[in-house]
Structures are given as C-alpha cells and as structure tokens.
C-alpha cells in the first residue's frame, strides 16, 4: 500500500535491479499509532474527576455574641439519613418541653428511599414554584428562546433560588450509621430538585432516637446524654 | 471494440505524511497527559449531577477509605517551581520537632500519591523502599483530640498555599462519623468551602412531573 517514492532515472540497463522501488508497508505502524492516540484521548479525558462543591455556614465559635439564625418552622423539612440508605422525614422543628417530656413526645418519621420516586418526590411537591420555574427557564434556554451564555444562566438560576421565599428549608442530618455515599445522595438531590436552602446540621439525641425507634434498633441515647 | 486500457498500477497512498502527523499528535498527547497515581487505598466515588471540573492545582484532597483511614494529598501548585509540597511537610516538620533533610524533602515532593503516615513515621516512610513496609506505615493520620494532626496539616498547607482548597474524596461506603469527623476539623479551622469528588450521572426531572 504505502511506498517511498523513489524518483525513477533511466540511465540505461545496468541499473535495472533498482527499478522496483523499496516498498515499506506503513499499515501496522499507522493502525498502532491509531490505537495509542485512541488511549491517550480517553485517558486524558477520564482522569478529570468532577466535583460538587457545598458551603456550610460558618461556626457560630461565641454563643453569647452570635445568635444562630431563626428560621420559620413551617418552612422546615428534617431530612434524616438513617441506616441501611433510609431516609426519613419530618416537618417542622420538636420544641424543647416535648422532648425533655419523661417519655419524650416525637413527630412520627416518614420513611423513604433515594430513589426518584421516594425523596425526590416529597422535595418536589414542597419545592413546587421554584422547581417549576427552574424547569421553565432550562427549557426555554435549551430551545434557544433565551439567548444567553452558560455563565449567566447560571447566574440567572443562583438568582432565582436567592430570591425565593416559598421554598423548603431542608436541615439534613445523618445518623452514625449513614454512609458518604447517602451524604453525597442527598445533596445531589437538593441540585436536582432546585432546593434554594439547605444546610447540614449535627443530628440532635432526640432525632437518633426517633430514628432508632422507626428502624427498629434498641435505643442508643438517653436524654441525659445530650 | 477494444476496451481502454488503464495503466495496471496499483493504487498506492503514500500514508507518510498521515504517520507523521500521527506522530505529532501522538507525542503531543503523550506530554500532556499525567498519569494518575495509584491511591494507597481503593476508593469508588459516588456519583452526582454535578457537571463541574476540578481544579488542577490548589488543592488538599481529603481520601476517606472505607475502613476509616484517611489519607491527604496536595499538589505543587500551578508552577512546580513553588514547590508546596515539600514546603508543607518542613512546616509540619517544625511543628513536631523534626528536621527533614532536602533528600527527603525531595522524595515527598516527587511522590505524588495520597499519604496517611502519622508524621512520627514519616522520616522512615520517605526513606525506605521496600514497598510492604511502605505501605504497612499508611495507617491513616491521626486525628483524634490529643493528637490532631490532620488539623495541623490543614493549618501548614494553607499557611504555604493561602489559596488552597479543600476537596473531599470518599468511598460510598464510608461511615458517616469520619466523614462528620473530618468536615469537623475543616469548620474548626474555618474552611467552609469544599467540593466533593464525585462521578457524573444523568438525572433530570421533567416538567410535567412538576406540574401534576
């Protein structure tokens, strides 16, 4: 196939041994290279890991100067992370005489799954406006009816979760049985659901308890372990 | 009539210009990709919808293995010139009292992989190499309240780099309490900040899910 081009010169017959040109087949040589350059592209494609990036409030370190910030109680949705890859919900927040109360009064749990038609579900119906308006927005920039670059849609859509004031407030909470991979989970749910506000706060005794109580474990905590 | 006759040449190509430009292309790609290192312990990322690349430089990587061990790794920062690794662990080194010798400084800049040695272990981990005793000195950093190392190592790397960021990496499997452990010590020395390190995975919720 492949062969180095030898200018021809007809000096006379002598040289007639020289008239086949030295041919060196370059296919295998070619298909190689093919096959390396091939390796090298995906390996340097996959090496990239992609990253979530979170941000926690930042530690309140003087209590008696800062205050933590109050937020409503109607708008709260407890999500907890129990064993075995449970989630469990509740709304709203315990007020400290029910769970100082000698037996302690606890809101029944929701039990749920990761799956979309579990978790994701419940976060959509609280997330409703903002989800839809979201949803919206992807859409019509998708289509091409909004002209605008990656950069400022994402802008656009930080935007729109700031100034939502319907929205759920999502306190996550992991029982020490959870593991990473239902961390990540979940926050990967507030992305896909549109959550504006969410935040990961340290598991109350009283939160370990109800969740011991809705799996079925013997209970772990007592009050005076606070 | 008489058929025309073509010229019985075969159709030759000369394919040298294409092995040429394979060539190129090939060492091109062979320079610019870094191979990664082999992680001391084994560690399936979970996945996400996050689409966002992570940075090549600036960075402390926080390895969570499933057993419990931690391990960190830093780069030497966008120009191998500024050299932080070794910075960090001469830093970490006048903490606890111990001198590195610029050989050794060397070796753990060279090393590009996740360490988990304690640093008491750390003069023998960059002087050996036999690789089971090297491995056997990986057993994680120490971060319990009385000896906090992995705290003093966030505090040396960001003195170095003070554009460092913290990125986590964990196994799906690992205990919640290491990672609550960890991202503990990260709020305690004020780093609010981090990115997971997860795998991409497509999920999308339509419209009309929202508007039943």
């Known amino acids: 196939m492949a062969e180095i081009i030898v200018e021809e010169k007809g000096k006379g017959g002598k040289r007639k041994a020289k008239k086949h040109a030295p041919h060196i087949d370059m296919t295998p040589m070619v298909d190689l290279m093919c096959l390396l350059i091939v390796f090298f592209m995906l390996v340097g494609a996959m090496t990239k890991s992609k990253v979530m990036e979170i941000i926690l409030p930042e530690r309140i370190k003087d209590p008696a100067k800062q205050e933590a910030p109050r937020i409503s109680a109607s708008r709260t949705l407890n999500i907890l992370l129990g064993p075995d890859g449970k989630v469990y919900t509740y709304p709203g927040s315990v007020k400290p005489e029910e769970y100082s109360a000698v037996p302690p009064i606890l809101p029944p749990l929701t039990e749920t799954d990761m799956s979309a038609e579990g978790i994701r579900k419940i976060l959509v119906e609280r997330n409703r406006t903002l989800a839809k308006r979201l949803a919206e927005f992807d859409q019509q920039v998708l289509s091409g009816k909004i002209p605008i670059s990656q950069d400022s849609a994402r802008a656009t859509k930080s935007k729109m979760k700031n100034d939502d004031d319907t929205g759920p407030i999502v306190l996550i909470k992991a029982y020490k049985n959870a593991n990473y991979g239902n961390f990540v989970d979940i926050l990967d749910e507030m992305n896909i659901c549109g959550i504006a506000r969410y935040t990961f706060v340290k598991i109350a005794w009283y939160e370990t308890l109800m969740i011991e109580k809705a799996a079925g474990i013997a209970p772990t905590v007592t009050a005076s372990a606070k | ?212």
């Not at chain 2, 910075?87 to 903490?95: D, F, H, S, T, V």
């Open chain 2, 1 to 212: 009539m008489p058929k025309i006759k073509l010229p019985t040449k075969s159709p030759h190509i000369d394919m040298t210009p294409m092995v040429d430009l394979f060539s190129v292309v090939l060492i091109f790609l062979m320079l610019t990709t870094t191979m990664r290192q082999p992680e001391p312990a084994n560690v399936d990322t979970p996945f996400s919808i996050s689409e966002t690349k992570m940075d090549d430089f600036n960075s402390m990587t926080f390895l969570l293995a499933p057993d419990g061990k931690v391990f960190m790794n830093f780069d030497n920062g966008p120009d191998t010139l500024l050299a932080y690794r070794p910075k960090i662990l001469a830093e970490m080194g006048k903490r606890y009292g111990i001198e590195f010798t610029p050989a050794e400084l060397r070796n753990f800049q060279e090393q590009m992989s996740s360490m988990g040695v304690p640093i008491m272990q750390m003069k023998e981990w960059l002087n050996t190499t036999d690789n089971n005793l090297r491995t056997s000195l990986q057993t994680g950093i120490p971060m319990d309240s009385t000896d906090n190392q992995l705290a003093n190592w966030i505090l040396c790397a960001r003195q170095v780099n003070p554009n460092i960021k913290a990125s986590i990496k964990g196994d799906t499997k690992t205990k919640f309490e290491v990672v609550e452990k960890v991202l503990d010590i990260l709020q305690d020395k004020n780093v609010n900040r981090f990115n997971l390190i997860t795998n991409l995975e497509e999920a999308k919720i339509n419209l009309e899910e929202i508007q039943q």
